[in-house]
């Protein structure tokens, strides 16, 4: 089945310890997006990409970057993980024509020690 | 100010029994409105989307409604089953399609 995948479902990261979460798609859509989760919260969008167009949210830390090499892969790199940063990240396609919903992946849950 | 907002905050049912959800959205202009199922632990799952000209649609238990008019949307759920306790979040996006303005989500218990 075409799908989103996310690894891994579970991180454990050390306080300012680059993390890396991976996200790949078989749906072959144009835009891959990254979502931050806290708990009981709705998912906050952090950066999309419109193919290789790359589109920052304004509030993003710039503590936050990602990679996207090809169109199935996408990578979140979170440079010096704080305590605040442990959450869900999900990861979510959709095709760029409006009215297409998105498609999440079951997320990485991130934690900090 | 775009905003989605939704009731009850959370439901307990008995199982085989029906419930309704509600989503009233200040969003402007709009094109179409998703509901969304989040089991605990997982990413959402997309339910229905209904464009600006359906009243009505439903996924096999699923029966959502939109009044354009009032704002307004339901999300009917059928003969309710365990697996259907989880949050349902009803989602409407912004003009450029990419920024989704959420609800909060009302969460669904089912006993047995």
């Known amino acids: 089945d075409a799908m989103v995948i996310q690894n891994p479902r579970y991180q454990v990261t050390q306080f300012g310890k680059p993390v890396t979460l991976s996200c790949s798609q078989t749906?072959?859509?144009?835009?891959m997006y990254w979502y931050q989760q806290k708990s009981s919260q709705a998912p906050k969008l952090l950066f999309h990409?419109?193919?290789?167009?790359?589109?920052n949210e304004a509030d993003t830390p710039d503590n936050f970057q990602s990679r996207r090499p090809n169109t199935s892969f996408c990578f979140l790199d979170i440079r010096s993980p704080g305590l605040g940063d442990a959450a869900m990240y999900l990861c979510?396609?959709?095709?760029?024509?409006?009215?297409?919903?998105?498609?999440f992946g079951d997320g990485t849950r991130l934690s900090i020690l | 100010k775009n905003q989605v907002e939704q009731s009850p905050q959370s439901l307990i049912i008995l199982e085989g029994k029906n419930c309704t959800l509600q989503?009233?959205?200040?969003?402007?202009?709009?094109?179409?409105l998703r509901w969304y199922k989040q089991d605990t632990g997982r990413g959402p799952v997309s339910l229905t989307i209904?464009?600006?000209s359906e009243n009505t649609k439903s996924n096999g238990r699923y029966t959502a409604t939109l009044d354009a008019d009032t704002k307004q949307s339901s999300l009917h759920i059928t003969a309710s089953q365990l697996s259907d306790s989880a949050s349902y979040i009803c989602?409407?996006?912004?003009?450029?399609?990419?920024?989704?303005?959420w609800g909060a989500g009302t969460k669904l218990i089912i006993k047995p």
């Open positions: 990409y419109y193919d290789k167009d790359f589109n």
């Open positions: 989602v409407v996006p912004e003009e450029s399609n990419y920024q989704l303005i």
């Open positions: 989503c009233n959205y200040t969003v402007s202009p709009f094109s179409n």
């Open positions: 979510a396609t959709s095709s760029y024509r409006s009215g297409q919903p998105q498609h």
């Open positions: 749906l072959n859509h144009n835009v």
């Open positions: 209904m464009t600006f």
